[in-house]
Structure formats: C-alpha cells, structure tokens
C-alpha cells in the first residue's frame, strides 16, 4: 500500500490513493493516544492467497475432517497451529494476550503454501491419500 525511497540513513514514504488519508489519520491518532509511538509491519508485497490456494485447502481439511471424524474448524485451527513454524502469522487477542494462528483471510500467497504443506504433511500422517481430482 505504499512505496518508499531509501535516502542515507532516513525512509520517504509515498502512500498511494486512499492510503494516503488513512495513514494520515492512523499517523495522527498514534500522535494524540500513544505519543507518537505506532507499530509499523514492513512486509514483501505477495499477492493475497488465490482461490485456487484456497480451494486446495479447504478440499483436504474436509477429506481430513471426514476421514477422521473432526470438525472442519478444528482440522483448520490444528493445520494452523502446526503451520506457524514454517511462517504462518501468529497474531495476539487481545482479551486474553495468547497467541494464536492469524486468520486465513488475511494471508498472503506464501502464507497460504505454509498452509497447504502442512496440510499435506497431516494427511500424509494421518495415512490420507489426497484426492486431488477437483471432483
């Protein structure tokens, strides 16, 4: 969402279209409510997760969850879980200050495969032959 130029030891930033105002008004509430103190995340600029990713995904935790008598949200959070050593995002809740897994609506290309692999890996465990024939 927004471009930068390095210049010696300093960062430009150039928000493009309607970033520009959110940052602005974000930039200006951390000055008012935090003195000046924000969290930035600086991240590579993949491709939100394709519907192709996520019709992979949801196609083998639902094999999983009938193979095995789970839920398909608890198929889903486990694989998540198990996900973040490869890279998956955690994020904390903010009620109660645990850890857990960010939602999948929020992940990137990358993200997604971190996913994919390890839903792979379970099903692989679990003795799962994945049917990857879309029917």
Not at 70 to 82: Q, Y
Not at 98 to 125: F, I, R, W
Request: aromatic share 8%.
């Amino acid at each position: 969402v927004c471009n930068f130029k390095i210049n010696n030891d300093s960062i430009e930033l150039f928000p493009s279209g309607s970033y520009r105002a959110e940052m602005l008004y974000t930039l200006q509430q951390c000055e008012k409510e935090y003195n000046s103190y924000c969290a930035v995340e600086v991240k590579k600029p993949y491709k939100s997760r394709s519907n192709q990713q996520n019709r992979m995904f949801w196609g083998i935790v639902q094999q999983i969850a009938f193979e095995t008598g789970n839920d398909l949200e608890d198929v889903e959070e486990a694989v998540k879980e198990r996900a973040v050593k490869r890279g998956y995002p955690m994020k904390v809740n903010n009620l109660t200050g645990k850890p857990k897994p960010e939602s999948m609506t929020k992940v990137d290309t990358v993200e997604m495969g971190y996913l994919l692999d390890e839903v792979m890996q379970l099903a692989s465990e679990l003795g799962i032959v994945v049917d990857m024939s879309g029917d």
